[in-house]
């Protein structure tokens, strides 16, 4: 394996992108937050090849981000169900981030397709970069750091 | 158009996705971030192929994330370097949500590779969920509201 590769399993956004870092997974993750759960219903809301949507959900399912359960729906034949774990209910804070900067960057006319609310008072919710004691930073004052040990051998020959 | 089609138009994730739903594109942001502005730097930190990143960067400059512009490195020869924009820079937010996602669920035993810190502080951040007060919300305590207008055509027959 070469430092590159290295570099990039010792970045914790790099080992997320392997997994969600594609635009169909992220949707279906959208979808089930939104509260779709069937087969069809994911169909019907992405107009995704069906192909493609029982491989993506197979990856989420193998991955731990839904979780696929039987229900049965009245007939006798027994279907499955898709529904987001703790692990894809916390992608929520990636698809918040996301849709915001969509509305802001690339806005239509009409009101967002989704929005985030506290669920107990209805007040509604962005997502922001905050200190541990809940102090809130705007992006002007965030500063990335590379860790410190890592210096060295990202200092490349530029 | 399907509605289908139009469903996602009208969703800003979708809208999004369609200019960074590329493993590189963000991961290019991220160097970006964290300092590296010459196409070899890009090379360099994240191993690569220069055609596809060099195809990356013109799109990033063409949709405003990345600033080209010339500099002199001491040579006769004129080079270009890539600055992030303020609309680049917002991308932060989702670059911070996607890191604290995969160390949590993709946790390796060395240290993270970038942390976000208040710079004026140097307080560690992380990406919540806020109230327009600023109160911080968990992700338990987070409904995902579908607009009331869109819930009859995208309530499908499931």
């Known amino acids: 394996m070469s430092a590159d590769q290295e570099t990039e399993l010792r970045c914790s956004i790099a080992r997320a992108l392997e997994i969600v870092g594609d635009k169909w997974t992220l949707l279906i993750v959208r979808e089930a937050a939104k509260g779709s759960s069937r087969f069809s219903e994911f ?6 090849a069906k192909d493609v949507l029982g491989a993506r959900l197979v990856a989420l399912v193998n991955n731990g ?5 039987p229900y049965r729906d009245g007939s006798a034949r027994s279907r ?7 692990k894809g209910r916390d992608l929520l804070t990636v698809l ?6 969509g509305e ?15 669920a107990e008072t209805g007040a509604p919710l962005t997502v922001q970069f905050v200190t541990h004691e809940g102090r809130q930073v705007e992006i002007d004052g965030v500063e990335v750091r590379l860790n410190p040990e890592l210096s060295d ?3 490349g020959p530029g």
Chains 1, 2 share one sequence.
């Open 104 to 118: 802001q960057y690339r806005p239509i006319e009409k009101p967002p397709y989704l929005s985030y609310v506290e």
């Open 43 to 48: 169909h019907e809301a992405l107009g995704i």
């Open 80 to 86: 499955h169900e898709y529904l987001l774990t703790a």
């Open 96 to 101: 918040g981030a996301l849709g915001q900067w």
């Open 153 to 155: 051998a990202l200092t």
């Open 65 to 69: 981000i839904l979780l696929r359960q």
